[in-house]
């Protein structure tokens, strides 16, 4: 038997995270699935649960401005049914899992789990979100792009829980996110592209004002070629092709995918640069044909 807090507030699950070394469970989706312990599957010890996937201090979701606060144990269907969440941020949580799984899985639990192949994690890299981590004592506030340190791997120390996620909203005209995975549904990722761009009506073309480029699954954590995305930053659309060489170049470097069970490094490198290169011959020329 494994020993279960259930806390009704935030401050008595912190109060607890201090005392005692616990293993925070929100849906349980990927803990259920790792820790065969608690089946009794392997007869070893395991730390405490804690409980958090009810408490209200981790819920809600609002937009002020374009300034959006999704608390940490909103489920992934809260935020796909939300009015307020914009379409492109739906996409990646939609394509996640099945129905009765997004209706459980938080996305706190796919940051903190941190796998390279989590599917909320290029979009949220993309979107330069910062996590809010409470502790008894203090709150800090993190990138998530310095919160997760490889992959499996984060910043959380043991006293602490992620408790929101903040993300200023950009402009968006065009955006994309392709999950290449082994057949549509229930699969994880081989590896997983996100772009978005805002473009702007500049004499008889676009302007490119904002973009932004996110892959996972084909580094230890999610790369962002930030090279790449200003030299892409204040380009007109018809100038990318001028400029595709170089930001695929630019990308094809930051890559160094693995050979698993999923997949392997060459099928890996090569659909990354692929999907990127239609990002920006059909999506960013698109916008400026329109
Ligand atoms: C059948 C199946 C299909 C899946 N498909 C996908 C998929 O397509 N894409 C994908 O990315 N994932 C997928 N997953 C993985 C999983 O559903 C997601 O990662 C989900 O978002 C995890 O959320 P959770 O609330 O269930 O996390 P939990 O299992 O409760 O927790 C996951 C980890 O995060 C920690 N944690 C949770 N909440 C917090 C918090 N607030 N503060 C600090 N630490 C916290 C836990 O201690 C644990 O280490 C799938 C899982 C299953 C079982």
């Given at each position: 038997m494994v020993k279960t807090y259930r806390p009704l507030t935030l401050r008595e699950a912190l109060e607890i995270r201090n005392q005692t070394r616990t293993v925070l469970l929100a849906g349980g989706s990927d803990l259920m699935v790792r820790q065969r312990v608690w089946s009794g599957a392997v007869p070893e010890f395991s730390d405490p649960v804690l409980l958090i996937g009810h408490l209200k201090e981790l819920q809600g979701i609002s937009l002020t401005g374009n300034l959006l606060q999704i608390g940490a144990a909103c489920t992934l269907a809260q935020i796909i049914n939300?009015?307020?969440?914009p379409a492109y941020l739906k996409l990646p949580l939609s394509q996640m899992a099945s129905p009765a799984i997004r209706n459980f899985a938080s996305i706190g639990g796919n940051i903190c789990n941190?796998?390279?192949?989590?599917?909320t994690l290029p979009l949220l890299y993309a979107l330069d979100a910062w996590l809010t981590i409470q502790s008894k004592e203090a709150a800090r506030s993190v990138a998530i792009a310095d919160f997760i340190t490889g992959p499996g791997q984060?910043?959380?120390?043991?006293?602490e829980i992620l408790s929101q996620i903040t993300v200023t909203l950009p402009g968006c005209s065009r955006y994309s996110y392709r999950k290449v995975g082994a057949?549509?549904?229930m699969c994880i990722s081989k590896l997983s592209f996100f772009g978005l761009a805002d473009t702007l009506a500049d004499e008889n073309d676009r302007l490119i004002h904002d973009i932004r480029i996110a892959f996972g699954a084909v580094a230890p954590t999610v790369i962002r070629s930030p090279e790449a995305e200003a030299l892409l930053k204040?380009?007109?659309?018809?100038?990318v092709s001028q400029l595709r060489e170089n930001v695929l170049a630019s990308y094809a470097r930051l890559l160094s995918p693995l050979d698993d069970l999923r997949s392997t490094k060459k099928y890996r490198r090569t659909v990354a640069l692929s999907l990127l290169d239609n990002f920006l011959t059909k999506d960013l020329q698109r916008s400026c044909i329109e």
């Open positions: 939300d009015p307020g969440v941190s796998s390279p192949a989590g599917d984060n910043s959380l120390q043991s006293d057949r549509q549904a204040g380009s007109r659309c018809s100038q």
